[in-house]
């Protein structure tokens, strides 16, 4: 499918907005032609294959100084709503990394202007575009649907002390919630409810939900900071999904790519790749989506749509409140 590159600035450049911009240099459906972030020092310090693309220390120059047509916003959470209500104000395409909002009222709050730009903006979920969880997406699709998930992320221990006052089921369970909603179709489950474990610290290092739809499914979700150090710094990912006389297994993290020579080499985590002439992974395949998106030749695929990101937050702010209400489960040590 041949189309004009779309030309796309990036707002925000921190490691995930670097990972953005470096795909979008490799993509033929692509043109990075901003990067915007309010850090000069950041700016600065871009890596040097970035020497060649405007730079801005504030999106409303960019916005009327760059070519742009289209944005990757990959700024702060609590810059998420601000920096798309001005861009989408300005009739242009968004992609917005997730999550929307730190909290479900301030997302509402982009509602409005979605209802009047229709089909201008796409939420950045990866998970989504992985192709092992395609595979299993059209595996579940072919064979009716599953009875019963499990997914399990667990992260470092450390993360409680390195992300102070964020919790496994937002840093981390939310991402296996966008791939359940997307397995039973956005369906509303009837049942909920989670608990919840803290360390000595009084931090939460591990979340525990459940889920259950009318027509008997059910998931279970298991994420965490327990991993010791000895093992990868991503943690690991896995899902489960049992159906009438099937089953399967991903390992999305770390990937089945292991390397040895004089020293450990750490499997390959996310399916990410940026290292070559044509860049590969899911983000690439996020990005190739979004320029589709751009030029209309396909909608906002389910999942990565507004009101599928607002789902997610109730669900979230459902399984929180319900883990507050079952009461702490004991304390380590």
């Known amino acids: 499918m041949s189309f004009d590159p779309v030309r796309i600035g990036v707002i925000g450049t921190g490691r995930f907005g670097i990972l953005h911009a470096k795909t979008l240099l490799g993509l033929a459906e692509s043109e990075l032609v901003a990067l915007v972030d309010c850090s000069e020092k950041?700016?600065?310090?871009?890596?040097?294959?970035?020497?060649?693309?405007?730079k801005y220390s504030a999106p409303e120059d960019a916005l009327r100084k760059s070519s742009a047509e289209a944005w990757v916003v990959s700024t702060s959470t609590a810059d998420h709503v601000q920096v798309t209500s001005m861009l989408l104000e300005q009739d242009a395409h968004v992609l917005l990394e997730k999550p929307i909002s730190g909290n479900l009222q301030e997302a509402l709050k982009l509602s409005p202007m979605v209802s009047q730009t229709q089909g201008k903006l796409m939420l950045g979920h990866i998970l989504l575009f992985n192709s092992e969880f395609r595979a299993l997406q059209s595996e579940c699709r072919s064979r009716g649907g599953f009875e019963y998930a499990t997914c399990?992320?667990?992260?470092?221990a450390k993360h409680a002390d390195d992300y102070p006052g964020e919790t496994p089921?937002?840093?981390?369970?939310?991402?296996?919630?966008?791939?359940?909603?997307?397995?039973?179709?956005?369906?509303?489950?009837?049942?909920?409810?989670?608990?919840?474990?803290?360390?000595?610290?009084?931090?939460?290092?591990?979340?525990?939900?459940?889920?259950?739809?009318?027509?008997?499914?059910?998931?279970?979700?298991?994420?965490?900071?327990?991993?010791?150090?000895?093992?990868?710094?991503?943690?690991?990912?896995?899902?489960?999904?049992?159906?009438?006389?099937?089953?399967?297994?991903?390992?999305?993290?770390?990937?089945?790519?292991?390397?040895?020579?004089?020293?450990?080499?750490?499997?390959?985590?996310?399916?990410?790749?940026?290292?070559?002439?044509?860049?590969?992974?899911?983000?690439?395949?996020?990005?190739?989506?979004?320029?589709?998106?751009?030029?209309?030749?396909?909608?906002?695929?389910?999942?990565?749509?507004?009101?599928?990101?607002?789902?997610?937050?109730?669900?979230?702010?459902?399984?929180?409140?319900?883990?507050?209400?079952?009461?702490k489960l004991s304390q380590s040590g």
């Open 42 to 54: 950041a700016l600065a310090e871009l890596p040097e294959e970035f020497s060649g693309i405007p």
């Open 169 to 327: 089921f937002h840093l981390t369970m939310v991402h296996d919630l966008y791939c359940l909603q997307a397995l039973v179709n956005g369906k509303e489950p009837t049942h909920i409810s989670a608990q919840a474990h803290y360390n000595q610290k009084g931090s939460m290092d591990l979340a525990l939900a459940q889920l259950g739809w009318p027509d008997g499914s059910l998931a279970t979700f298991s994420a965490g900071f327990l991993t010791p150090e000895a093992m990868s710094a991503e943690g690991f990912d896995r899902m489960e999904i049992f159906g009438k006389n099937w089953m399967a297994r991903m390992h999305p993290n770390p990937r089945p790519l292991e390397v040895w020579d004089e020293n450990y080499v750490p499997p390959m985590t996310l399916e990410i790749l940026t290292d070559s002439n044509t860049n590969t992974g899911m983000l690439a395949e996020e990005l190739r989506c979004f320029c589709k998106v751009v030029r209309d030749l396909e909608p906002i695929p389910k999942g990565t749509r507004y009101q599928d990101g607002i789902q997610v937050m109730r669900w979230l702010d459902r399984l929180t409140e319900a883990s507050e209400n079952s009461g």
């Open 152 to 156: 399990y992320r667990m992260r470092p």
